[in-house]
């Protein structure tokens, strides 16, 4: 009888809670059927079946918490459980003349009917019936769009489902048969994938925190799957990329008016928009990357990798809780699809509907708590980027013009970097581009 087992919906993903079961015990299903919405850090997702069957029995109760990935959840009766399983005969009553122990044994359970079997480009032959690949809907979505065959895909997924990182890893794999390569052809470097969370060397967990406050003295707020991984996560990342800060102040006095004409002339009804500054400063950063390509980078131990795109995080409050939807390939949109897109992510993201794919990765990200009032703050880098900026509120200032007392519309950003990978000039270099950008919006047409 096999087993069903909690998935791992994204690459970051440890555990999870079952927030509800779709089937119950008897049930049949079959594969794509959804059997279960599983609650990650992030996100509610929908669980489907990759195997046809009754549903034998569900080990994990509905709403069970910190439910480890590849552990069971389920167990599946399937046609081959029932074939290989003889139907109860009633028992001979045993002859007088014979002793119990010389019972003659039973005939040996017929053999199950072996599956169909497809062999894939690479050798690997994935169990299947009706020639069906086992692979999940992001893996399938995205091999789909890229135009990938999946019987060349080897799965590393539970029973040899192919998930979004196999796919993933066939569109940088070579089309040629391995042996037919030249000997001098160098094998490409993969770089480690640090474990998650991971401290760095010599580094042990802080006391608990309980030991100094007297029972009574306090409430407790349990710790949710999103308040563990936000923990989890930004402490390997302060722990291990070396942050460093740099702080400008930026005259947006020409982007406020830009700004309010903007506005003015937008559509009434459908087309209507609204910018805000936040807008402007992705666009500018959008920007900003394309001229500086070498903090639009992330670090592995093997290489620098340089992204092509800029791929911008929007940090979301969602109170509580911190979610960074990407704005991709933000350097090709404008400020009125910029605006509109962040929108209806950040309402998504409120709504945990959000697809892994929409919150992972990313090259930059910026954070902005001036709506707060906050003037100046310094932010966390977000794994796996190399940079983040943190915007602060935008208010009146008295400033030197021409040896004169003036007022003028200024906005401290300060950008946190990861020395591995940008140095001290390299990122002054890129505020210079983003101030240019700000303070006179116009230069981005440039």
Not at 24 to 43: F, M, N, Q, R, Y
Not at 145 to 155: E, F, T, Y
Not at 423 to 443: I, V
């Amino acid at each position: 009888m096999p087993e069903i087992l909690m998935p791992a919906l994204s690459p970051t993903m440890e555990e999870g809670k079952l927030a509800k079961w779709h089937v119950k015990e008897g049930d049949s299903v079959k594969p794509g059927d959804i059997l279960a919405e599983i609650e990650t850090d992030k996100a509610t997702m929908e669980f489907e079946a990759v195997d046809e069957g009754k549903i034998g029995k569900l080990l994990v109760p509905e709403g069970a918490e910190g439910v480890k990935i590849n552990s069971p959840i389920a167990r599946l009766i399937t046609d081959e459980d029932s074939a290989a399983k003889p139907a109860a005969k009633p028992a001979p009553a045993p002859a007088p003349s014979k002793p119990a122990s010389a019972a003659p044994a039973l005939p040996p359970p017929p053999p199950a009917e072996p599956r169909k079997a497809v062999k894939s480009g690479n050798g690997q032959v994935h169990p299947d019936t009706e020639h069906r690949i086992f692979a999940s809907p992001l893996a399938k979505r995205i091999a789909q769009d890229k135009g990938i065959d999946l019987r060349r895909v080897q799965g590393s997924g539970p029973r040899g489902r192919i998930i979004k990182a196999d796919v993933e890893a066939a569109t940088t794999a070579p089309a040629a048969n391995p042996a037919e390569k030249p000997a001098s052809a160098a094998p490409a470097v993969q770089p480690p994938r640090p474990e998650p969370g991971a401290l760095a060397p010599g580094l042990v967990p802080l006391p608990d925190a309980t030991l100094f406050y007297k029972p009574g003295e306090y409430e407790t707020a349990p710790n949710d799957s999103m308040r563990k991984a936000i923990a989890r996560r930004l402490t390997a990342a302060k722990a291990l990329a070396p942050h460093f800060y740099l702080t400008i102040e930026c005259d947006i006095g020409a982007l406020m008016q830009a700004r309010a004409r903007l506005n003015e002339r937008s559509p009434k009804g459908e087309g209507a928009y609204k910018l805000s500054v936040n807008d402007f400063v992705v666009k500018a950063a959008a920007q900003a990357l394309l001229k500086h390509p070498e903090v639009n980078a992330s670090w592995t131990e093997a290489a620098i990798l340089r992204h092509h795109h800029a791929d911008i995080g929007i940090a979301v409050d969602l109170n509580p809780g911190l979610i960074t939807p990407i704005l991709f390939r933000a350097e090709s949109k404008g400020l009125v699809e910029i605006s509109s897109e962040a929108k209806e992510l950040a309402e998504r993201a409120r709504e945990k509907k959000l697809k892994p794919q929409e919150y992972e990765g990313g090259s930059f990200s910026i954070s902005n708590l001036g709506m707060f009032g906050i003037r100046e703050f310094t932010a966390i880098i977000n794994p796996p980027q190399s940079a983040i900026l943190a915007i602060g509120a935008a208010e009146e200032r008295v400033v030197a013009r021409e040896g004169k007392a003036a007022t003028a519309m200024m906005m401290n950003v300060t950008m946190s970097c990861d020395h591995r990978v940008i140095d001290g000039a390299m990122g002054a270099r890129f505020l210079q581009t983003l101030k240019t950008f700000l303070e006179e919006p116009a230069s981005m047409l440039l």
